[in-house]
């Protein structure tokens, strides 16, 4: 959390600077965002499959989310996707973060 709020910061601070210095801060803004959804999510997955019989289970859904955060930044790495042509496709790119951080306890729930 304290990544996601000081990047998001320093971004908020220098912003004003020029374009391609506010591109560049923007970067590290969302890759904080993609970070601060995959360190949150670690704990829910990781402690209540820790009881039951599903281990398999449990390091799909931590590779899942881990994939899908590496994904979402490396794509904001990209000139084009980081663009504001593509301002919707990063918003479904971190839509499909949040539900794959969603999707083990979904199934936590289901498995009860």
Same mark, same amino acid.
């Given at each position: 959390?304290?990544?996601?709020?000081?990047?998001?910061?320093?971004?908020?601070?220098f912003?004003?600077?020029?374009?391609?210095?506010?591109?560049r801060?923007?970067?590290f803004?969302?890759?904080?965002?993609?970070?601060?959804?995959?360190?949150?999510?670690?704990?829910?997955?990781f402690?209540?499959?820790a009881c039951?019989?599903?281990?398999g289970? @449990?390091?799909?859904?931590?590779?899942?989310i881990?994939? =899908?955060?590496?994904?979402?930044?490396?794509s &904001?790495? $990209?000139?084009?996707?980081?663009?504001?042509?593509?301002?919707?496709? @990063?918003?479904?790119?971190?839509?499909?973060?949040?539900? =794959?951080?969603?999707?083990?306890?979904i199934? &936590?729930? $289901?498995?009860?």
């Amino acid at each position: 959390m304290i990544v996601c709020l000081g990047l998001s910061a320093v971004y908020h601070l220098f912003r004003c600077l020029g374009k391609e210095e506010e591109d560049r801060l923007a970067l590290f803004d969302y890759g904080g965002i993609a970070i601060l959804i995959m360190g949150s999510s670690y704990p829910p997955i990781f402690y209540p499959f820790a009881c039951q019989p599903v281990f398999g289970t @449990r390091d799909m859904f931590l590779a899942i989310i881990t994939t =899908s955060s590496v994904i979402a930044f490396a794509s &904001l790495c $990209n000139k084009t996707l980081a663009s504001g042509r593509c301002r919707a496709f @990063r918003g479904v790119l971190f839509g499909v973060l949040g539900i =794959s951080a969603m999707a083990p306890l979904i199934y &936590l729930d $289901n498995l009860k």
